[in-house]
T-cell receptor, first 110, second 114 residues
Framework: EDKVVQSPLSLVVHEGDTVTLNCSYEVTNFRSLLWYKQEKKAPTFLFML????IEKKSGRLSSILDKKELFSILNITATQTGDSAVYLCAVEGYGQNFVFGPGTRLSVLP | DAGITQSPRHKVTETGTPVTLRCHQT?????MYWYRQDPGHGLRLIHYSYGVKDTDKGEVSDGYSVSRSKTEDFLLTLESATSSQTSVYFC?????????????FGEGSRLTVL
């Protein structure tokens, strides 16, 4: 059974801190790993990763995938209160099936 | 904007009544999905569709059925709603036929079963 695990499940930091969110997975016929940010409503897309070792970057956010060790990390530098959200990791496997982890709830305090 | 709309956005119903949630997309996406989201569980797949009249079960399909008679519409039906089906339901779709790609979401439908 395909599975995605995220850690930590919850994290509280102060503005300016750097955070690292973890995602590990077991999936049949891996195709891609995706990161989403979810505030009050629908998840919004952050990154899609398909190749090991290639960092994706967008502003203060970056992510990398290790297909050998079956994990990915999402880094957020110089956190802001607007980064407070649930961060979801999803893996696309066999049959275009997307499996989600439970999410990491990040709270950034002023 | 991925052109995915869900209706209704909010619904309160009673145990034992049938409920249908509708997902409508305007981008001709081939793959469509219904997820439910509950605290501590992230998003769990209920059913998905890989084309008109082609559907398959997900991880939490018991008590749910789906239909896709047109590319643009994917319906989720709770034949007899139970309190355990109180949840937020998200429809999603992928933009290309069978290719690895981003998953776009609708705004969600909050269902409360009393």
């Amino acid at each position: 059974e395909d599975k995605v695990v995220q850690s930590p499940l919850s994290l509280v930091v102060h503005e300016g801190d750097t955070v690292t969110l973890n995602c590990s997975y077991e999936v049949t016929n891996f195709r891609s790993l995706l990161w989403y940010k979810q505030e009050k409503k629908a998840p919004t897309f952050l990154f899609m990763l398909t190749s090991s070792g290639i960092e994706k970057k967008s502003g203060r956010l970056s992510s990398i995938l290790d297909k050998k060790e079956l994990f990915s990390i999402l880094n957020i530098t110089a956190t802001q209160t607007g980064d407070s959200a649930v961060y979801l990791c999803a893996v696309e496997g066999y049959g275009q099936n997307f499996v989600f982890g439970p999410g990491t709830r990040l709270s950034v305090l002023p | 904007d991925a052109g995915i709309t869900q209706s209704p956005r909010h619904k309160v119903t009673e145990t034992g009544t049938p409920v249908t949630l509708r997902c409508h997309q305007t981008e001709n996406h081939r793959y469509m999905y219904w997820y439910r989201q509950d605290p501590g569980h992230g998003l769990r797949l209920i059913h998905y569709s890989y084309g008109v009249k082609d559907t398959d079960k997900g991880e939490v399909s018991d008590g749910y059925s789906v239909s896709r008679s047109k590319t643009e519409d994917f319906l989720l039906t709770l034949e007899s709603a139970t309190s355990s089906q109180t949840s937020v339901y998200f429809c999603a779709a992928t933009p290309a036929g069978g290719n690895t790609g981003e998953l776009f979401f609708g705004e969600g439908s909050r269902l409360t079963v009393l």
